[in-house]
Nanobody, 115 residues
C-alpha cells in the first residue's frame, strides 16, 4: 500500500520560508514522478512543482524563482523549499506520486502566510 505523509507546514510571516517534506512508503520511490500541489479555500487544486524520476523539474509560474523541489532518493523523500512566501501562497499543500497513470496523494499540510 502506497503511503505519502507530508510535514513541515505552519504559520509564517510574509517574506519568510518553510520547507515541506513528504516521505513515501509501500513502493519503490525511484520509480515515481513526484509533485507538490496546493488547494486554497474555494479554489481548485493546482500544481506547484513536479520532479521526475530523472530529476527534471517544472514549476507553476507564481512560484518560479521562490520554490525549489528536490528528491534525495536515498531518503525516499521529496522536499519543497519555499522562500519569499506571500499571502497568496496560503493553502493546503499535497504531495503526489505518479506512476503508469496511477496517482497517490498524501493527506496534506496547511501553510498559512500571514502577519
Amino acid at each position: 500500500q502506497v503511503q505519502l505523509v507530508e510535514s513541515g507546514g505552519g504559520l509564517v510571516q510574509p517574506g519568510g520560508s518553510l520547507r515541506l517534506s513528504c516521505v513515501v512508503s509501500g513502493t519503490i520511490f525511484t520509480m515515481h514522478d513526484m509533485g507538490w500541489y496546493r488547494q486554497a479555500p474555494g479554489q481548485q487544486r493546482e500544481l506547484v512543482a513536479r520532479i521526475t524520476t530523472g530529476g527534471s523539474t517544472n514549476y507553476a509560474d507564481p512560484v518560479k524563482g521562490r520554490f525549489t523541489v528536490s528528491r534525495p532518493n536515498i531518503q525516499n523523500r521529496v522536499f519543497l523549499q519555499m522562500n519569499s512566501l506571500k499571502s497568496e501562497d496560503t493553502a493546503v499543500y499535497y504531495c503526489n506520486a505518479r506512476r503508469s497513470g496511477n496517482d497517490y496523494w498524501g493527506q496534506g499540510t496547511q501553510v498559512t502566510v500571514s502577519s
